[in-house]
């Protein structure tokens, strides 16, 4: 069983930045593809960016293209979602999920809030 868990979350002004930190304390993210999902007010669940488990392959929803930044540490023990450019409609829990490689089996941890004010 892998904990995960999210920090960085917090207000933020509109145009202003904030950096998210996904962890698994005591365990590396070394072979896991990890994807930052958000769940807004009254919305659904959605997938905001993912990052292989190589390095090799990024992804970022058309919404935050541009703003967004997913990178891991050189200890590959933390993947970052470094968010510039926020706007309100950014506002949402954000979450990260650790997929392992070859098994596919994926864990959630329980969410950071970001608040954007306008």
């Known amino acids: 069983q892998l904990r995960v868990v999210e920090s960085g979350g917090g207000l933020a002004q509109s145009g202003g930045s904030l950096r998210l930190t996904c962890a698994a304390p005591?365990?590396?993210?070394?072979?896991?593809?990890i994807g930052w999902f958000r769940q807004g007010p009254g919305k659904e669940r959605e997938g905001v960016s993912c990052?292989?488990?190589?390095?090799?392959?990024?992804y970022y929803a058309d919404s935050v293209k541009g703003r967004f930044t997913i990178s891991r540490d050189t200890s590959k023990k933390l993947v970052y979602l470094q968010m510039n450019s926020l706007k309100p409609e950014d506002t949402a829990v954000y979450y990260c999920?650790?997929?392992?490689?070859?098994?596919?089996?994926?864990?959630w941890g329980q969410g950071t809030q970001v608040t954007v004010s306008s």
């Open positions: 990052i292989s488990s190589s390095n090799s392959s990024t």
């Open positions: 005591g365990n590396t993210l070394e072979y896991y593809a």
């Open positions: 999920n650790a997929v392992r490689i070859m098994s596919g089996v994926d864990y």
